[in-house]
């Protein structure tokens, strides 16, 4: 897809329509986009390349913009196959080409490829610059942004930031959809461990004059800059983004389903504006993951199984756990037909987080909701929703 930067700035990435499931796990329907980019100037700077995947046609895009001319420096800003796939095509396309990173991508950069000693390379260091001619590149360290070695990229005369992974978004280029639903998913599911290195770029980015965000994933960011940056701002300070309720369901034959319709029924009557109800068995996980940190209330409805919970739900816990889900309130309900188990399960993962309240008591039911069960429903509907006040 053409896109458009600046005279000088010239976008060469590519859009994967064909990869099954981004780094083997997220499903992306409607793709995800590798972004490079070029400064044309006296001195000529690729930033990143792309994903081995689509080397051939990253290369087409890099030579019609080089219009013959070589370029001088490749800036890595991060490591990842999605981004560094292409480096060894071009050392072979152009061997004398200086290679731009920090000493931790210089450390990591032979695990993926053999680099031929000859290799020119120039390691930067926090705020240290690069004078491309009238355009002038400096270097701010990210690490864990999502790898140990990423860097951002301020770019001073058309004031860019090439933000690595930071602001990226799954979905091709061409596409036609509300940024924050898939720059979301994409953030928890693939930043959200760190929110605390995230709060540190935005800190430095704060203090820069940013007109131009190019990320390596999703569109060029060129208006409205803070509604992306709050965004991130609430993202990573795991601050709740919406007051709602996600209803996480893990029902083998359908009846704990049914007793989380009925709650969802309930706190809609008893006035609670958003509530979101999940099929962890079926729905996408990254996007049920998406919305336990999007709203600042969730129960959990489970099965008991092996005298633990039904995998499915001990799966989504496990990645609210790595991606360090707090600040918010959780209540519990269970199901269990000789020995329900499913909800002691579930507590002691929770009181593994830190800083998430947990709904007492926790609702069971045997098998299948039944009048005697109501007045427990009632209760925790009652309770998640004065937890939201
Ligand atoms: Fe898009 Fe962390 O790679």
Redesign the pocket.
């Given at each position: 897809m053409k896109v458009t930067i600046s005279d000088a700035v010239k976008y060469i990435g590519v859009d994967d329509r064909d990869i099954d499931l981004f780094?083997s796990q997220y499903v992306v329907p409607n793709g995800v986009s590798?972004n490079s980019y070029l400064i044309l100037d006296e001195k000529i700077a690729v930033m990143d390349t792309v994903d081995a995947r689509k080397t051939a046609e990253w290369e087409t895009n890099l030579k019609a913009e080089l219009g013959g001319r070589k370029p001088d420096y490749l800036v890595i800003s991060?490591l990842?196959?999605?981004?560094a796939g292409s480096i060894a095509c071009l050392l072979s396309l152009y061997p004398e080409i200086t290679l731009v990173g920090n000493a931790k991508t210089f450390q990591m950069l032979p695990q993926f490829m053999a680099v031929n000693p000859d290799t020119q390379m120039i390691t930067v260091k926090e705020g240290d610059t690069l004078s491309l001619g009238t355009h002038t590149l400096s270097f701010y360290m990210a690490p864990m942004v999502?790898?140990p070695e990423?860097m951002v990229t301020y770019e001073s005369s058309e004031k860019i930031l090439f933000s690595?992974?930071g602001f990226?978004k799954f979905g091709a280029l061409d596409t036609d959809e509300d940024w924050a639903c898939e720059a979301r998913r994409y953030y928890f599911n693939?930043?959200g461990k760190y929110g605390m290195p995230v709060q540190a770029l935005l800190k430095k980015a704060a203090g820069l004059d940013i007109a131009v965000i190019c990320p390596?994933?999703g569109p060029i960011l060129k208006e409205d800059l803070g509604y992306y940056v709050n965004l991130y701002q609430t993202w990573s300070s795991y601050t709740p983004e919406n007051k709602g309720v996600l209803i996480a369901v893990a029902s083998i034959h359908g009846n704990t389903a049914k007793a989380a319709k009925k709650l969802e029924q309930l706190l809609i009557e008893k006035g609670e504006e958003k509530v979101v109800v999940s099929d962890l068995a079926r729905d996408d996980m990254a996007e049920v993951i998406e919305d336990a940190f999007r709203y600042d209330r969730m129960i959990l409805a489970a099965s008991s199984y092996d005298a633990g919970v039904f995998p499915c739900m001990q799966d989504f816990l496990h990645h609210l756990k790595a991606k360090a889900y707090q600040k918010r309130t959780v209540g519990i309900l269970e199901n269990g037909s000789w020995a329900p188990s499913a909800g002691k399960t579930m507590k002691a993962i929770l009181e593994t987080m830190t800083n998430v309240t947990l709904l007492e008591p926790m609702v069971t039911i045997r098998s299948t909701l039944k009048e005697e069960n109501m007045a427990d429903l009632e209760a925790l509907a009652d309770a998640i929703i004065a937890a939201g006040k």
């Open positions: 780094e590798y991060h990842e196959p999605d981004h999502h790898w990423v690595a992974d990226g693939i930043v390596l994933h």
